[in-house]
Each structure stands twice: as C-alpha cells, then as structure tokens.
C-alpha cells in the first residue's frame, strides 16, 4: 500500500467517525474508481453511500453517517451546463477539450465528478464550492466561446432509458461475460483485468475468472458499465444465453 492510499483511507476512517460522533453527515471530495475501491474495502459501519449525481457514473462522492440523515443533509454538488454560444461555429468539443479548459482554470480534479458530453454542449457534476468560480469564468473551451449554467440536466440523463439484450457465454465468469458484452478477445479481456481496468460493484476486480451474481455491475474503464440479470438458458451446443442490462 502507498503512502498516498494510507493517508487516503485515514481520510475516510475520519469522515466516518466525525459522522458518527457529531450525529452529522459528511462528505469526501470526488473519488475515481480505484479509491472507491480503497474506501469499500475498509468495510467501515454503516457503509458509506456513493453519488454521482446519475445513474451510472463513474465519479462519485462518498457520504458518510447514519442513513437516516440522507434527507436532511443535502447532496454538496450542482449540475452545470457548458453550452456554445453559437452552435453553428462551434468546434466539436470532446471530453478532454472540456476537462483541460476547467484544469487551467485552477480546479482541481477531485472537486469535479463526471463530465457528460453532448451535441450541444457538456454536463459537468460538481462541488457547489467551485461552482461559482466555473460559471463566473469559464467562457472558452479551445477557441470556442462558451456559458455555464447552474441547471437541472434533462430527464433522460438522471434516468436514463434502461437496455437490455442477450450474450452467449461458456460461464458466468467476468471475463466471459466482458468479453462478449464488448466484442473482446479472452486476451484483449484479460489485458483489461491486468491492467486495473475492471470494476464489479465499485470494486476493483483482477480475477477474470470470478463468476457473477445476479445485479453485479460491471465497470469498465474506456468501455461502459453493465448489470449482470442471470442466464436465461441453455443453448444446444451447452453454453448459456445471459441477460445484460446497460
């Protein structure tokens, strides 16, 4: 374990227990995959609840105390919308064009979560204590003049419309299932694992071979996420027709 992981996991042990004593909810800063990871694993009681302000995010926040404090204590976090001001001249903006533009701004990583990029703009999730600072002076992304909104991001975004669809697989095994879900070869789905890449429940995942449970989600970095709903049947050739929901 690194210093900089220690430290980390000191950082939640603190948030949980200032939470506890104060009968108070608080709240760690942006977390990316990896450090979710980090923070699951400690198991403290009760667990730590994560958002990321729509389903599916990869970001997230982590809030600590009794769950029942949930509704009383807000989520610190607003929506901002970066919009062009002329669609027409605009650039195709991509996620990198709009995260640099908030970097050289002096934000820092951890106060932003995820950034959802659409035809018409980019939807950035983060700390309410940014988020003056970003709107007041934000106004180009590359050579593109931009505004920013606080706002409500639309309905299809906080719930998206859900997916589902079928994959053959020899087992319910991660890998199989990784691998048939994006069209990957058992080496191209063992590099991800190798590489840190997987992530089952907001758990870091380097055993491809561990076999699913019926609701797991799957995180995969650079690919999306999915949520294993169980085999449905046995095909002739003995293999498995399974659910997927993404």
Not at 47 to 57: K, N
Not at 107 to 116: F, L, N, P, S
Not at 190 to 197: C, I
Request: net charge neutral.
């Amino acid at each position: 374990m690194t210093d900089d992981e220690k430290m980390l996991k000191k950082r939640f042990a603190e948030l949980s227990s200032r939470a506890l004593s104060r009968n108070i909810r608080t709240f760690s800063d942006f977390l990316t995959m990896a450090e979710q990871d980090d923070l699951l694993s400690l198991r403290l009681r009760p667990e730590p609840a994560l958002f990321g302000g729509y389903p599916g995010a990869e970001r997230r926040l982590a809030a600590f105390g009794e769950e029942e404090l949930a509704d009383s204590f807000p989520i610190p976090a607003v929506w901002i919308f970066i919009s062009p001001l002329s669609l027409k001249f605009a650039e195709k903006l991509t996620h990198r064009d709009f995260l640099g533009a908030l970097m050289s701004l002096g934000v820092k990583r951890e106060t932003m979560g995820d950034i959802v990029v659409t035809e018409n703009g980019a939807w950035l999730y983060c700390l309410d204590t940014v988020s003056e600072h970003i709107v007041r002076e934000l106004t180009q992304v590359r050579k593109t003049p931009v505004k920013c909104e606080i706002k409500t991001p639309p309905e299809e975004l906080l719930s998206p419309e859900k997916q589902e669809r079928e994959v053959v697989i020899a087992a319910p095994r991660a890998d199989a299932l990784i691998s048939a879900v994006y069209n990957l070869s058992r080496s191209e789905a063992k590099e991800l694992f190798s590489k840190g890449l997987v992530f089952i429940n907001s758990r870091l995942l380097e055993n491809g071979a561990k076999e699913l449970s019926e609701g797991d989600t799957v995180s995969v970095r650079g690919h999306g996420r999915f949520t294993y709903l169980g085999t449905v049947r046995e095909t002739k050739k003995g293999k498995l027709r399974a659910r997927v929901e993404y």
